[in-house]
């Protein structure tokens, strides 16, 4: 079974621009969730999503927003572009994403994104 | 919002010295998971604790959940050259929810 992949693995951005983020999970995962790592904050939640809903949300501002398709696959997108906003971007899946036990969450490798 | 502190930050060894970093939280925690990110990598899923003064083993790691549930941690035997990464603890925001928090994580730098 293949892996969550993200594409693209990296990304040059200037200040004031805008970049969406894609992640397909692994086949027959239905929660996706969004991180953002960097050196001064560590691994920070963004926000989850299942069935195409957003059902959790982290302490971003409205310039982080994403979207879950039919398919799971999800996009997130980062508006006005801000240089603070340069870190490495983890996705990670898991079936359905209650939380409990069992569930595990598998990363994808990231797109490291630096804004210039 | 709860929070998870790993000390410590940085540890440098000598290959097989033995390892331990530590997890607390000031709440208690349901459960709590362990992944371990290689330089250049992203996070791998370790382990998962539930219990009360659970105690599971991989190998040369060995992993403990406290029995007030607020704490854990990460021990290796023998370190290997392989085992260079951070370590994170990371627990769910409670109720139904696939939200982790991660600790800040433990850099392991293992010398040959």
């Known amino acids: 079974k293949a892996g969550v992949t993200q594409t693209p693995r990296y990304l040059i951005k200037t200040r004031g621009q805008q970049v969406t983020l894609s992640c397909s999970p692994i086949?027959?995962?239905?929660?996706v969730s969004w991180y953002q790592q960097t050196p001064g904050q560590g691994l920070q939640f963004l926000f989850e999503?299942?069935?195409?809903?957003?059902?959790n949300k982290g302490n971003f501002p409205g310039r982080f927003s994403g979207r879950q398709f039919s398919n799971s696959r999800s996009e997130m997108n980062v508006s006005t572009l801000e240089l603070g906003d340069s870190a490495l971007y983890l996705c990670?899946?898991?079936?359905?994403?209650?939380?409990?036990?069992?569930?595990?969450?598998?990363f994808g490798p990231g797109t490291r994104l630096l804004v210039l | 919002g709860q929070q998870v502190m790993q000390i410590p930050q940085y540890q440098h060894v000598q290959e097989g010295e033995d390892f331990t970093t530590y997890c607390n939280s000031s709440?208690?925690?349901?459960?709590i998971q362990w992944y371990k990110q290689r330089p250049g990598g992203h996070p791998v899923f370790l382990i998962q604790?539930?219990?009360?003064?659970e105690v599971k083993k991989q190998k040369r790691l060995t992993f403990q959940f406290g029995e007030a549930k607020k704490n854990s941690s990460l021990h290796i035997t023998a370190t290997q050259t392989t085992d260079v990464g951070t370590y994170f603890c990371?627990?769910?925001?409670?109720?139904?929810?696939?939200?982790?928090?991660f600790g800040t994580g433990t850099l392991l730098a293992v010398q040959p």
């Open positions: 086949s027959g995962h239905r929660s």
């Open positions: 990371a627990a769910i925001d409670g109720g139904a929810t696939n939200k982790l928090i």
């Open positions: 604790l539930v219990k009360s003064g």
């Open positions: 990670a899946s898991s079936l359905v994403g209650t939380g409990r036990a069992k569930e595990t969450q598998y």
């Open positions: 999503y299942f069935s195409e809903t957003q059902r």
């Open positions: 709440t208690t925690l349901s459960n």
